[in-house]
């Protein structure tokens, strides 16, 4: 066991549903804090930005992974950032960018953030340890 | 800013998907942060070293100018593994200039954080 406890960055590349990554990554954060760790940041690149869909609506019996990682979002403070490029060009768009091209409604909320690449970068350097979840 | 040594390993094909691109994008912002990763080709990844690349049908940019330009950004030898080469009937001279051979376990031993496209 580990005295003092690491902060984690994920990478998130997989969609939800179609690939184990995103599944994969939520377990692997829900499971810091026991082991007295906790993840600071979630960067979702590639597919992995569709974890943001707010208006995602999965089948009552299977989890429900966008309110796994608002919870995640809760409980240990992390941040939940999209990378911009990836995401405006599948179609999640947040406020700003919906307004900017012209389009009525949002689909990515808070407490998802649109960031760039220079942020996976500071939470690579800044984290004590980045884990890939990738396809 | 945190210093740290950084391995992007790009193990997907250059064409069909857009693994590549977005894995040489990262290494590009890591540059323009100051911060040059070593790039590291595998698997698959090596088919995006071979040399005479056209753009695909899929509407894509293609990789191989990109590639070519790291340099200028200090990203520079293009690393890659001889075993995946081998697997795929490939050899050195395929592959466009500036490529050097890695061994894997001692890149991903030797860097801070490994980054995986």
């Known amino acids: 066991m580990v005295s003092q406890g690491l902060t984690y960055a994920l990478m998130v590349q997989g969609s939800p549903y179609s690939q184990q990554a995103s599944h994969s990554a939520l377990r692997f954060a829900e499971a810091l804090p026991a082991q007295g760790h906790r993840v600071a940041a979630v960067f979702f690149y590639h597919d992995g930005v569709y974890n943001a869909a707010s208006m995602m609506t999965p089948p009552r019996d299977e989890p429900h992974l966008l309110e796994r990682w608002r919870a995640l979002y809760q409980t240990q403070q992390c941040e939940l950032l999209v990378c911009v490029a990836s995401a405006v060009r599948r179609g999640l768009l947040d406020e700003g960018e919906a307004r900017r091209h012209g389009h009525s409604h949002p689909t990515l909320e808070a407490p998802f953030e649109m960031t760039g690449l220079g942020q996976l970068m500071q939470a690579a350097l800044h984290h004590d340890r980045l884990i890939t979840f990738a396809p | ?117």
């Not at chain 2, 977005?22 to 040059?36: C, F, S």
């Not at chain 2, 593994?81 to 466009?96: K, N, P, T, Y």
């Open chain 2, 1 to 117: 800013m945190d210093s740290k040594s950084i391995l992007v390993i790009v193990r997907h094909p250059p064409h069909g998907s857009s693994w590549v691109r977005e894995g040489l994008e990262t290494a590009l912002v890591g540059a323009a942060l100051g911060q040059p990763p070593t790039l590291l080709f595998s698997g698959d990844g090596v088919l995006a070293l071979l040399a005479h690349q056209q753009r695909g049908a899929l509407g894509q940019k293609g990789s191989a100018a990109m590639l070519e330009g790291l340099s200028l950004y200090d990203i520079e030898p293009l690393w890659y593994d001889q075993r995946s080469l081998e697997d795929r009937g490939l050899a050195v001279d395929q592959l466009m200039s500036g490529c050097q051979q890695a061994c894997i376990a001692d890149m991903i031993a030797k860097h801070d954080v490994v980054m995986s496209f």
